[in-house]
Each structure stands twice: as structure tokens, then as C-alpha cells.
């Protein structure tokens, strides 16, 4: 599942990219794109690549409500696959890391997410200092929240349905502090989280507004913070 917001421009290459590799794969897929009130055409871009790809369905769905977290919650509850999951439009973790999400589930995992932070990782491309900076200072406030995992906010993470639709019931947060809050709930009802390393490549143009978007994940981590201090005591 791909959110998408005002992604016209960068839709046509993920999806060229993501259909060839998943055809040539042994597991059958779909591909559905969670439209989130875009304005620039990115609906149409999405019905006319569907219309003609006839091996791999790629299908629209609208989501009114804003935040990536919300786009994301509706595509996922959208399937009904063993297994599911969402990258971001800029393809910043190349889709072949697939491959592997892949051989951790049929090893047992519940939930298999890529990080930018875990060892073996690396930056083909690194973000702007100060998105860097803010990272690195979220990453310090989450690891309380969910522990052992290097990364919350990489743009790959895919699940095993049966793990993900009861840790979904509780999640609260629509904007981009979702990734922590979907993680905390996966982890307290024991579900085994596995990090994978990515090659990851940061792409211009991001709809993630540091100011609006990075406060309002803050804030939002606060919150969890003080709902598990209070859980704890």
C-alpha cells in the first residue's frame, strides 16, 4: 500500500518500478493507492496505470481524512491479505528490500519494518542537517515507547494481518507519529517486531512539513509517553 499525497509526478516510476518487480515474484500481490485529498491529478494517475496493468492489480482508494497516519490506517484495513503493508511514494527504500520482509515472515515474524538506523543500514542519499538533527532527537524520545527498534519513522513496514488489525483497533494518531504508536501496540500484545537495514535515499519534494508536521509528532509522542508512565505506575 502506497499513501499519497499530491504525488502525480512521482507515481508513474514507483508504480513501473514496483509492478515489474512484484510479477516476477513466486507470491501473488496488489498494489493500492490511498489518495489523501490530493489536488494535482494523482487519482487519475492511479485509475490509468490500474486500467492497464492486468497481472498485478493496482487499485484506488480515497481517504477525505488527513494525515499520513490516517491514509495509512485505511489502506491497511483495506486488505485482506496474510500479509500487508506500505511504502512511501519516493520509493526512498528501494521495493526489492521486499525480498527479505518476505523470508523473515516465513521465519515466524509478526511484523517486519525497515530502518535507516539499524546496523547494516545505510544513506544513498541523506536528508537536509536538520531534518537529521530532529530525527536523531525523536529517535531518543520513541526508544521508551518501543524497544530495541533503531527506527519508527522509515516509510517500509509490512505485517502479518492477524498481528496488525488488533493493534490497529487502538491506534488514535492520524499525522506521522502513527509509525510509534501502531509499533507500541504491536510490541504490547507480544508480536515480534524485526528491523531490517535499508539503502535509503531521501527524495525531494516530501509533503512532511518539519514545522507543522514534526511539532505535531512531538506532541504526539508526549502524549504516548504520559499514557504509558501512567499505564506503568
Not at 491514509?71 to 525480498?99: H, K, N
Not at 493493534?167 to 507519529?177: I, Q, W
Not at 504491536?186 to 525531494?204: D, F, K, N, Y
Amino acid at each position: 500500500m502506497i499513501p499519497a499525497y499530491n504525488e502525480a509526478s512521482r507515481l508513474p516510476n514507483t508504480l513501473h518500478r514496483t509492478v515489474d518487480f512484484l510479477r516476477e515474484q513466486s507470491w501473488s500481490s496488489r498494489v493500492v493507492v490511498v489518495d489523501n485529498g490530493s489536488s494535482d491529478g494523482t487519482a487519475d494517475v492511479v485509475r490509468a496505470f490500474g486500467a492497464a496493468s492486468d497481472d498485478v492489480p493496482v487499485e484506488l482508494v480515497g481517504c477525505a481524512r488527513p494525515g499520513k497516519g490516517a491514509a495509512v490506517r485505511r489502506g491497511l484495513l483495506r486488505s485482506r491479505s496474510r500479509f500487508v503493508g506500505f511504502f512511501d511514494a519516493d520509493l526512498a527504500t528501494p521495493v526489492e528490500t521486499l525480498s527479505t520482509v518476505m523470508e523473515h515472515f516465513a521465519a515466524g515474524a509478526a511484523a517486519v519494518v525497515g530502518s535507516r538506523h539499524a546496523p547494516g543500514a545505510r544513506f544513498v542519499q541523506h536528508q537536509p542537517a536538520a531534518r537529521q538533527l530532529g530525527g536523531t532527537v525523536f529517535r531518543a524520545m520513541t526508544r521508551r515507547l518501543v524497544d530495541g527498534v533503531h527506527d519508527t519513522q522509515c516509510g517500509f513496514k509490512f505485517f502479518e494481518r492477524a498481528a496488525l488489525v488488533p493493534a490497529l483497533a487502538t491506534c488514535r494518531t492520524t499525522g506521522f507519529a502513527f509509525d510509534v504508536e501502531l509499533l507500541r501496540n504491536l510490541q504490547r500484545a507480544g508480536a515480534e517486531i524485526v528491523e531490517v537495514p535499508v539503502a535509503w535515499s531521501h527524495a525531494t519534494g516530501s509533503s512532511f512539513s518539519p514545522l507543522r508536521d514534526g511539532v505535531s509528532a512531538f506532541r504526539t509522542v508526549l502524549q504516548l509517553q504520559r499514557v504509558a508512565g501512567r499505564s506503568v505506575s
